[in-house]
């Protein structure tokens, strides 16, 4: 799982559907990939990220970046790629994301999170 | 044709072995990225840049379409064992295993369209007790539709076993609020036959602000009009007519037929 979809995500119950935004994510195995950087994408990317949340997860990984992001930062290139390196090049392989407010905690192995839900959780 | 639905739920019918064919099959391959092709053909996104959904996204097949045109995805699927040989196959997208007929949470309206090829009909059955088909779909489509922006678009292609379903699919996706339409390609071939769903948000380009309305303007009511319906005239069987509709619908459904001439359908001479 990369960190743009982690950014994205939300916990699948339907009680708690997008109150508790962003899943706390706990990596334990991470991969780093090699792929193009992709100007275009990075920067339509950026207008769909939660800044506060991408920072925070940036931070726990340790990758230090701005605290506020300013229109300016788009033409920045050298900040540019390193949002491309973190947001599509940073896959957690294995680890855990849990939900903060119901504590329902989805495993990720291989790569992939698993989000399927018990029959009881169902909507 | 038997239908995979009716075999076995999705998670259990692709296992390993199921799973291997869309590594090892060419001809599985072809038609899977062949329709995938046509699906984001008919989502009509931007020239790059975008983020699509993949709902059943199964080895990556449709995604890598995608990725070659410079769009990043995120892709679902309920069978472990075909998001595995996505992993293979090295997608360039990020795979999660979820079951689409629960729904699904992301942020409000992040992706720029959804395509989906040859799932949801799995829907439509009912793997256990708890399931309710019309529930499962609206389960979906309503989150799609938050997850969709505004003026996005969303391709389905599926396999309906009669037309019920059809309406059944189309009447979920008009509740959440979508706009749908229904595109059948090569219509008159069962074999080629392939059935689109495409969905939109709602568009963004192309409203104007109505005009206020002055004095000189006059609110225009035109008459109703009725419509004769063309009354069906049935032809003589075996007749000249009869033989070139007939030469006609197979050449529709793809069929190698000989051109019409002055000889078609003629009369023999008596005397032969």
Redesign the interface.
């Known amino acids: 799982m990369r960190l743009l979809t982690h950014n994205l995500l939300m916990c699948n119950l339907k009680t708690c559907a997008g109150q508790n935004f962003p899943l706390a994510l706990q990596a334990n195995e991470i991969s780093e990939e090699n792929t193009e950087f992709n100007l275009v994408l990075t920067q339509k990317m950026l207008g769909k990220l939660d800044w506060k949340a991408f920072h925070r997860v940036a931070d726990s990984l340790g990758h230090t970046l701005p605290e506020e992001l300013t229109p300016e930062d788009q033409n920045n290139d050298e900040l540019m790629q390193r949002l491309h390196h973190l947001l599509f090049n940073i896959v957690v392989l294995s680890g855990t994301l849990t939900c903060q407010s119901c504590g329902r905690a989805y495993p990720i192995d291989k790569g992939i999170p698993n989000m399927l839900l018990e029959d009881s959780e169902e909507a | 044709m038997s239908r995979p639905e009716n075999v076995a739920p999705a998670q259990y019918y692709y296992n390993s072995e199921e799973a291997e064919k869309y590594t090892s099959n060419s001809r599985i391959i072809e038609v899977q990225a062949h329709m995938s092709q046509r699906a984001i053909e008919l989502l009509q996104l931007p020239s ?4 699509v959904l993949d709902l059943g996204c199964g080895s990556g097949l449709s995604g890598s379409e995608l990725s070659d045109s ?3 995805w ?1 892709g ?1 699927d ?1 069978s ?1 064992s075909m ?2 040989v996505a ?1 293979d196959r090295e997608a ?1 997208g ?6 689409i007929g ?7 309206g ?1 992706f720029d369209g959804c395509i989906s090829i040859s799932a949801i009909q799995w829907l439509c059955n009912a793997e ?1 007790a ?1 399931h309710n088909p019309y ?1 499962r779909f609206s ?1 979906l489509f309503n989150s799609l539709y938050k997850a969709l922006a505004r003026g996005a678009r969303a391709v389905f292609q599926f396999y309906p076993a009669h037309p019920q379903q059809i309406e059944i699919i189309t009447q979920s996706a008009v509740k959440a609020g979508f706009m749908a339409d229904m595109v059948i390609d090569f219509p008159e071939s069962t074999k080629a036959k392939k059935y689109y769903l495409i969905l939109h948000t709602g568009s963004k380009s192309g409203y104007m602000n109505p005009m206020p309305l002055n004095d000189e303007d006059e609110v225009k009511v035109s008459k109703r009009k009725i419509v004769k319906k063309e009354k069906h005239v049935k032809c003589k069987n075996k007749s000249k007519e009869w033989i070139i509709n007939k030469k006609e619908r197979q050449r529709k459904q793809g069929k190698e037929i000989r051109p019409d001439t002055k000889y078609t359908g003629r009369k023999r001479h008596d005397r032969f």
Request: charged letters at 15%; glycine letters at 10%; proline letters at 6%.
């Open positions: 790059s840049g975008c983020l410079g769009h990043f995120i679902m309920i472990p998001l595995l992993l360039e990020d795979l999660m295993l979820a079951d629960n729904g699904f949470h992301f942020a409000p992040c256990k708890s529930k389960n």
